[in-house]
């Protein structure tokens, strides 16, 4: 089974900044595309960002320029740099990782980490 370990939310002021990160584990996963998305009350789930196997990045128009996606050393981890956080950014971020696993082709979201930006 195919495991999302998030940590890296909180609570901080506009114009700080947050690092999240997301580790993929278990049934030999390979990842395909591993990024973010985040839900704040009253939305629907929205992509913040995104990178996939071909080193292609996409990101959220709202939060270009101030958030940056990247992968870690280590296997099947992400990480989401956020910098001039401001208070519509405020939601529960979810890692997201596409990929192969024992039981082929899945598609699977962390347990979500709440990233609050006060005014």
């Known amino acids: 089974q195919v495991q999302l370990v998030e940590s890296g939310g909180g609570l901080v002021q506009a114009g700080g900044s947050l690092r999240l990160s997301c580790t993929a584990s278990?049934?030999?996963?390979?990842?395909?595309?591993m990024g973010w998305g985040r839900q704040a009350p009253g939305n629907e789930r929205e992509s913040v960002a995104h990178?996939?196997?071909?080193?292609?990045?996409d990101y959220l128009g709202s939060v270009q320029g101030r958030f940056t996606i990247s992968r870690g050393e280590a296997e099947n981890t992400v990480y989401l740099q956020m910098n001039s956080l401001q208070p519509e950014d405020t939601a529960v971020y979810y890692c997201h990782a596409m990929g192969y696993s024992d039981v082929g082709l899945g598609d699977y979201w962390g347990q979500g980490t709440q990233v609050t930006v006060s005014s």
């Open positions: 990178f996939s196997i071909d080193g292609s990045t």
């Open positions: 278990g049934s030999n996963f390979r990842f395909v595309a």
